[in-house]
């Protein structure tokens, strides 16, 4: 299990005046009110993951939380940079593609009484913006990494913010641990082959959405709408992995060339078409670190753990799920946080 070390302490006084907050009356919308409600049912051990991410991120800085400025990238309803701000770190951002969720952060911080340093609607490049003429000192994120089209070019930008630039991102998407992974393809194939809608499990997206399969053939129908049937659907399953813009150009270089585009991720990861945002894309740890390593950056891999804060037979079994973990490492952990550092 990873310590949280001294961020431990801001736990109970930080969920006291959380827990105080009529979440109820938050003028949200319904995803965003609907996913805080979850983070809230089993905020302690919530807390805990954030007090481990804070805590690998001073143990691989230079500086003290008092002296440094992160942003909480892909931060929802921003639980772990307000926390971040509650623990005392010198500045905080929080920066989500979903201008619900900032808003929504807005709303929480106020009622925390935390002054943040900016909320910013948008991904990499927006953040960027956003903290131009500050140095920015750390990224951090929970269940977000996964979901990034282009982990490369994301970690080139943040390479281009600030080379010395410390970096912690909890994952789910742990691929050593095989009956999570089981889990996490079964999502990927029924947004892939199916669809989803927000009845489907608690944390679903606001609203349905078509087979992305689907989607592929009918952006490549439009643009190319004699094509084949047996041709659209080959081209379509081959440009698995996509966003809209390098669909088009894969199907153009087809047309002109003939040759069908080669798959850059294994079966079953796939993204949104029009987004491009990844369902919990499963990726290696070597892949991990050649991304990281191609942009100056060492990677350090850390297992995460089980749920102790419940009551019952939940905690006595996850308490045994932990020790396990002790014995398995990877094997057997529910996460895992990816340390990114200047490499020496």
């Known amino acids: 299990m990873q310590s949280a070390g001294s961020f431990q302490k801001f736990i109970v006084p930080f969920s006291q005046k959380l827990l105080a907050i009529d979440v109820a009356s938050l003028p949200t919308n319904n995803y965003s009110s609907r996913y805080l409600q979850h983070l809230l049912q089993e905020h302690l051990y919530y807390l805990h993951i954030y007090a481990s991410v804070l805590h690998l991120l001073q143990a691989h800085s230079k500086k003290p939380a008092s002296q440094i400025a992160l942003a909480d990238f892909g931060s929802g309803n921003g639980l772990l940079g307000l926390f971040a701000k509650f623990a005392g770190f010198k500045q905080v951002w929080l920066c ?20 943040m340093d900016g909320f910013v609607t948008g991904s990499i490049a927006e953040l960027e913006s956003a903290v131009s003429g500050h140095t920015l000192d750390a990224v951090i994120g929970t269940d977000v990494i996964e979901h990034i089209y282009s982990v490369p070019h994301f970690l080139q930008t943040m390479a281009h913010i600030n080379p010395e630039m410390v970096t912690v991102f909890t994952t789910a998407s742990n691929p050593h641990n ?4 089981r889990q996490l393809i079964k999502l990927q194939l029924q947004d892939e082959l199916q669809g989803s809608n927000p009845e489907d499990f608690d944390l679903a997206g606001p609203t349905a959405t078509p087979a992305f399969l689907q989607m592929r053939k009918e952006i490549i129908a439009d643009k190319f709408p004699a094509m084949e049937p047996t041709v659209l659907q080959q081209l379509a399953a081959s440009t698995r992995g996509m966003r809209a813009s390098d669909i088009l150009t894969a199907a153009e270089d087809f047309v002109r060339t003939g040759v069908m585009p080669s798959l850059t991720d294994k079966w079953p990861n796939t993204c949104h078409p029009l987004t491009g945002t990844f369902t919990e894309r499963i990726l290696s740890i070597k892949d991990y670190g050649n991304m990281f390593a191609a942009t100056g950056f060492q990677l350090k891999v850390y297992n995460g753990f089980y749920n102790v804060q419940a009551g019952g037979l939940k905690k006595n079994v996850n308490s045994f799920r932990n020790l396990f973990v002790k014995l398995t490492g990877k094997y057997a952990a529910p996460f895992i946080s990816l340390v990114g550092y200047k490499s020496a």
């Open 96 to 115: 989500d593609m979903d201008a619900a969720f900032v808003n929504s952060s807005r709303l929480l911080a106020t009622k925390l009484e935390l002054n």
């Open 178 to 181: 095989y009956l999570k992974c």
